[in-house]
């Protein structure tokens, strides 16, 4: 019909926009990388936050899974009444017998005796230190080692010897056991055999005195009765299989009156908390993602000061308002993705390099780098939109005649 | 870079759209009926007051006034960049006041050509590029665009250096660079703001000799100037003063334009078999 249909309009094919928006990244390169790098901060921030929290949670299930997850402990509950459920005499061998239990030991807690470094000290003056009647096998299945000196042996057991928890061999003020060396326990002298390292699964041991339980019957009139049996399911799958078998296996008579626990499930837990300190790293990289937000606004709008008379030229040789909307858009888009890239990078680097440190894994999760790239992208679209918005209102007149 | 093919009809085509349709319905290149524009203000400013114009196919026309004469209001109004107040401006035969705003800018992506004395090119991009940006926005492939734009460097006989940066040029090199640009698209009309105005006499000459000859090849070009001694020498003067065409020489005697002009008979664009304005040149 008239003329007018013959004009199509057209849209700027991709590697024209691609070279068009690149034009003041290229130009002014210190400028563009200097406005990107606050964004680069906020992102980095915000991937070394969540990277460093998420290697930690995985170095620390590494840890775990390492000490083992088919840890059960078994230990004396609450009666009906409210006192003390004894777990009976049996408790340890009856467990030991159910198919799929590869191993069991118990401790049993003297509540009558304590532990003294000499008899001068006061009685009141506990440290908060338990002694414990254990059996002979109790440390591969609590998943610790002797640090110095000796475990307790057949031997030992039967003598006022006692072996120390980690925690309590502090506490004590005893650092090096050598020959003769001893304690106070429950009204006599026991001689030390030897420390042991932290029990991660099952930390109460470090904060207690060891004895051998004939030691404890004929030294402390202990009456036998374990208070805690640990013990390792054969596969990790079957442990959910042993753990429903457990209360009744161990006290037949009161099933109810028994405690049974996973320690690794506790510890799980913990790892997935996470730190208090991380949302207040999250919020400063938010602050300097905002920061960087209001640096790519910033230089738009001189960009499109400094560039009427590109503006003016581009519209006289037949841009629209909307191809330069789309250019400047895009120049500020690409602003904030090169600050999302490089604050990508140096956050992975970062937690790559603590992690390395700490020996755990390094673990970016999908969200934290995904995000940022994201939260950069849409940062220079909100940061760009009312400088192209201003380049694409200059009028061309204005823009080539007033230079 | 795209690996689009070339479109298939010829350029002139592209670039003028309905050229043929111009030839056989002796429309002219730019018509402009009555034209006033004024700017707000108190009072307003009165830059054009009731213009009437009509440029054909192939003239070279010098538009000459002293400054805040209206010159180049009358120049924004010609290159469709600002639309008057009242009146109608035709590029092509096409009303511009009744084209949406990217239809207009598709005009001059396609039939309208630039020429600015402060040059306007690129200093990051080369010569080449700078030419090319010329059909940037009229829809064509990058490779097809630096083909189109060597020839328009062959032109202006700067095809040796396509790969220099404007920086690299002198004054008159680079406005020989913003001339290629204004032609790559071979467009109906070339708009020339004092194109010798930021060069010194000698160069000046040269782009006034390198104007007449793309003249002689066929282009038709408006040339806007405070200097009296430049319009001059061009076919058709038209004097312009406190926004009124005072005198007007009319289309040049002997040329094709004044021939027919005066036997009643269509403005008629000449073209080339190819459809170039003119390919022997290239110094």
Known sequence: ?403 | MTHTPPPTPDITTVATGDGAAIDSAGVPVLDIDCVTKSYPGEPPVQALREVNLTIGAGELVGIVGPSGSGKTTLLQLMGTLDRPTSGRVRITGLDVATMADEDVAYLRATRIGFIFQQFFLAEHATVLDNVADGLLYAGISLKYRRERALDALELVGLAERPHARPTQLSGGQRQRVAIARALVGEPAIVLADEPTGNLDQATGESILALIDRLHQAGSTIVLITHDHAIAERTPRRIEILDGHIVADSGPAVGTETRRRALAGQPIHKPQTASGAPVSEESS
């Not at chain 1, 290229?26 to 990388?33: D, I």
């Not at chain 1, 061999?169 to 650092?175: H, K, S, T």
């Open chain 1, 1 to 403: 019909m008239t003329a007018t249909d013959t004009l199509s309009r057209r849209r700027l094919q991709l590697p024209d926009l691609a070279r068009l928006s690149t034009v003041g990244l290229r130009t002014r390169r210190l400028r563009a990388g200097l406005s990107a790098l606050g964004i680069a901060i906020g992102v980095a921030a915000i991937v070394a936050v969540l990277g460093l929290s998420a290697s930690s949670q995985a170095g620390l299930l590494a840890e775990i899974n390492q000490l083992g997850t088919n840890l059960l402990t078994v230990s004396n509950g609450q009666s009906f009444t409210g006192g003390t459920a004894e777990l009976p005499i049996t408790a340890t061998g009856m467990i030991s017998r159910i198919s799929g239990v590869q191993q069991a030991q118990s401790t049993g807690a003297l509540s009558g005796a304590n532990a003294f470094r000499t008899p001068y000290i006061p009685s009141v003056d506990t440290n908060g230190l338990t002694v414990q009647a254990v059996s002979l096998n109790l440390l591969p299945v609590v998943a610790t080692t002797v640090a110095q000196g000796h475990y307790l042996n057949t031997a030992t057991a039967q003598e006022p010897v006692a072996v120390l928890g980690a925690a309590a061999a502090q506490l004590l003020g005893i650092d090096h056991v050598y020959t003769g060396e001893r304690i106070w326990v429950g009204g006599q002298w026991f001689y030390i055999a030897g420390v042991l390292k932290p029990a991660v699964l099952a930390s109460v041991i470090d904060s207690t005195i060891l004895i051998g339980y004939p030691a404890a019957e004929k030294y402390l009139g202990f009456d036998g009765h374990p208070s805690t049996i640990y013990l390792r399911a054969a596969q990790t799958d079957r442990v959910n299989a042993v753990d429903n078998l457990l209360a009744a296996t161990a006290n037949p008579e009161n099933p109810s009156g028994v405690t049974v626990s996973q320690p690794s499930s506790a510890l799980v837990a913990q790892a997935d908390a996470k730190s208090a300190l991380n949302g207040l790293f999250l919020g400063l990289g938010a602050v300097a993602l905002l920061v960087g937000a209001v640096g790519v606004a910033n230089i738009m709008i001189i960009s499109v000061l400094e560039r009427r008379s590109e503006i003016g030229l581009r519209r006289a040789l037949g841009a629209t308002k909307s191809h330069i909307r789309t250019q400047f858009l895009c120049e500020a888009i690409l602003l904030g993705l090169l600050g999302g890239v490089v604050g990508v990078a140096l956050g992975v680097t970062a937690t790559a390099v603590y992690a390395h440190t700490k020996h755990w894994a390094t673990v970016i999760p999908t969200e934290a780098w995904a995000g940022g790239i994201a939260a950069s992208i849409i940062i220079g679209a909100v940061a760009g939109l009312i400088p192209a918005l201003r380049a694409a209102r200059l009028s061309p007149t204005q823009a080539l005649w007033s230079v």
